[in-house]
Nanobody
Framework: QVQLVESGGGLVQPGGSLRLSCAAS????????MSWYRQAPGKQRELVAA???????NYADSVKGRFTISRDNTKNTVYLQMNSLKSEDTAVYYC??????????WGQGTQVTVSS
């Protein structure tokens, strides 16, 4: 069983920055692909950023150049650095873990609100 705990969300003004963290309680964390999704009110959950076990990354077009995903395998943690935040980034952000084609595991989510 994989447990994921997100933190770092909050209220920030447009143009500001936040760093989200996701701590995973799992052995062999380095073998998991990790990703961040978000869901805004009334919208479907969407992929924001992902990082493979080998460190390759990909991003949604809407966040390219503003968000950076990274991982620290010594801490079993994945991060999402979010810069130049916009009101449309407001959503609940979820951490996701998956090993190969196995089950997807989800965290409980952390709220990010971008507002002046």
């Amino acid at each position: 069983q994989v447990q994921l705990v997100e933190s770092g969300g909050g209220l920030v003004q447009p143009g500001g920055s936040l760093r989200l963290s996701c701590a995973a309680s799992v052995s062999a964390f380095s073998f998991y692909a990790m990703s961040w999704y978000r869901q805004a009110p009334g919208k479907q959950r969407e992929l924001v950023a992902a990082i493979t076990s080998g460190g390759a990354t990909n991003y949604a077009d809407s966040v390219k150049g503003r968000f950076t995903i990274s991982r620290d395998n010594t801490k079993n943690t994945v991060y999402l650095q979010m810069n130049s935040l916009k009101s449309e980034d407001t959503a609940v952000y979820y951490c996701n873990a998956r090993r190969g084609l196995g089950m997807r595991y989800w965290g409980q989510g952390t709220q990010v609100t971008v507002s002046s």
